[in-house]
């Protein structure tokens, strides 16, 4: 596949160039020179003459370039943070602190919007709209409001044109995963499994209705929970662009200055907070999945506050099982159950080292075994676990990826809090917890009463299944079809070499009888085919050369 070859490129040509010239200027675009025409290879020249970049380190660079090329890398960038079974952990490191505050929209633009997808003047839908952004994100701003009741709210409002933005860029990302994917050392990032990933994250966030959505399930949930405040949202007002919530007041927990003088008590707040997360999580199935401190925060009244639903993780029976054996195994080091879950639950290369990946495990439960449990360090060991399975190329599934962060995330909240602060110990509880719902009749039955009802398809399809296949047989009509992948390449320098075998061979025929017209002695159809066939033939050695295939053992 040549870079000629993307249609994504062509559509886009304009934006292309420009993220063409950002990667180039922080020396990030050399595997596109690799496969791609000598055109783009002169963009990329062109195209250089950014800062110094001789102290920035790789991961560094990537921040910078997606911060520059925005919104939709901005998030590409956010969403990478969340899978160092991807990326790595240093790499995620780094893009936790990609920002994407940008100037926002015009007050008149804002108006224009709201008005447009209400279907009304904004002076009926609000008694007071402040034109002037509370915050500013890529993807909306938010503006804060009153309502003809006089109740504080707050407007979410999607940015004037981000949707087309977005889609443009996700059409050029597909393009570029499509020939990363063909480069070695892009094979750990699986560039088309995580643009696949990253187009239904952004889709679902720029949709303002699921996040009023999976507010007013919150708000169900704690319904009788006094010690948490969710936003109310206001569907009536609310629409795909628009979203309309209840204002919250207190301290948002990266103030530490403001709670220390309000008397906050840091360590019964960090607990508390782990706690809410953590019955989430193992109880509701349902939970908050970026806890960090800006999202936070303490009312007058000692009530926990969260903000920002747009990420929101799911948990079912069966996800729910997995997770509790990962942790598991995790906290209590039991080694060869971790190998068994780690190749159960990813995706595993077919060349994997089972024998090393043992090893590996091994050396990380005798190095965190001697640990006191109170001094347990959760988020190294997750992090040094996610580590080694990305070592072996072994890819998580989004959804307990997903997870992993948010615990990371949340030790991370609550240590920033109070230091000492240990989440394996308030995790304890939820130990038992999980060992008892495993156990519990009611799970029993609801476990054998789907395994029953899949035998019973099974068994009304295999009869058919089998007439067909004897049909099909009787008849002649029972193929096997075979898929030969990696093929073509080979073929094509196959049937080059016997055209210009064939070639040189006739060639040296017309010379040695000196086949006319001849010039000094020497037949010039002859020379002539001998010269273009060594041509040929030189072409041929050097793309086999390049391919690598030169330097592989038998």
């Known amino acids: 596949m040549r870079i000629t070859s993307i249609p994504q490129i062509y559509r886009h040509l304009n934006r292309w160039r420009e993220i063409l010239a950002v990667l180039s200027k922080y020396e990030l675009a050399g595997w596109i020179g690799r496969v791609g025409p000598e055109s783009a290879k002169d963009l990329l020249k062109a195209a250089r003459g950014g800062p110094a970049l001789a102290r920035m380190r790789w991961e560094t660079r990537v921040r910078h370039a997606l911060a520059e090329l925005g919104p939709t890398f901005i998030k590409l960038g956010q969403i990478l943070s969340t899978r160092p079974d991807l990326v790595g952990v240093e790499m995620t490191a780094e893009l936790r602190h990609l920002q994407d505050h940008v100037p926002p929209d015009k ?52 940015r004037e044109g981000i949707e087309h933005k977005v889609a443009v860029d996700l059409d050029i990302l597909a393009g570029l995963a499509m020939l990363a994917e063909r480069l070695p050392e892009f094979h750990n990032y699986r ?198 399975i990305r070592r072996y190329n072994i890819m998580l599934p989004s959804r307990i990826a997903m997870l992993l962060k948010a615990l990371v995330t949340l030790e991370g909240t609550a240590r920033f809090l109070s230091p000492r602060f240990s989440l394996v110990e308030v995790m304890k509880p939820y130990h038992k917890t999980m060992l008892w719902r495993r156990l519990s009749p009611r799970r029993r039955l609801r476990r054998y009463r789907r395994i029953l009802g899949e035998m019973e398809r099974l068994l009304e399809m295999l009869p058919r299944g089998m007439m067909d296949i004897f049909q099909q047989v009787q008849s002649g009509r029972f193929d096997v079809h075979l898929d030969h992948r990696g093929l073509e390449p080979s073929v094509k320098q196959l049937v080059l070499g016997m055209l210009t075998s064939a070639l040189f061979l006739g060639s040296s025929l017309l010379l040695s009888r000196d086949v006319p017209p001849v010039f000094r002695g020497i037949s010039v159809p002859g020379a002539l085919g001998a010269t273009v066939s060594i041509v040929l033939g030189f072409r041929l050695w050097r793309a086999i050369y390049k391919s690598g295939h030169f330097h592989r053992k038998p």
């Open 191 to 388: 560039p088309r499994a995580v643009v696949a990933e990253f187009q239904r994250s952004i889709r679902r966030e720029i949709d303002f209705q699921r996040e009023c959505r999976n507010m007013q399930q919150f708000r169900q949930i704690f319904e009788n929970n006094k010690g948490i405040h969710i936003p109310r949202p206001f569907p009536e007002l609310s629409t795909r662009r628009v979203l309309v919530m209840e204002r919250l007041r207190g301290i948002p927990l990266t103030e530490t200055q403001r709670l220390t003088e309000a008397g906050a008590d840091f360590d019964a707040l960090a607990r508390r907070g782990a706690e809410l997360c953590l019955e989430m999580i193992f109880q509701h199935g349902i939970y908050h999945a970026d806890p960090h401190p800006g999202n936070v925060l303490l009312e007058d009244c000692g009530v926990i506050g969260l903000l920002d639903f747009g990420m929101v993780g799911r948990i079912d029976e069966r996800l729910h099982e997995d997770v509790g054996d990962l942790l598991m195994a995790v906290t209590q080091l039991d080694a060869e159950h971790l190998v068994d879950l780690i190749v159960r639950l990813g995706d595993t290369p077919s060349e994997l080292d089972h024998g090393a990946l043992e090893i590996d495990v091994a050396d990380f439960v005798a190095y965190y075994g001697n640990v006191p449990l109170d001094q347990f360090d959760l988020t190294g060991a997750l992090n040094e676990m996610i580590e080694v």
């Open 107 to 158: 007050p008149e633009v804002v108006r224009r919007l709201v008005e447009q997808e209400l279907g009304r003047p904004i002076e009926e839908a609000f008694r007071d709209f402040e034109g002037e952004a509370l915050a500013s994100a890529s993807i909306g701003q938010v503006h804060c409001a009153k309502l003809p009741t006089g109740e504080a709210v707050v407007v979410k409002v999607q």
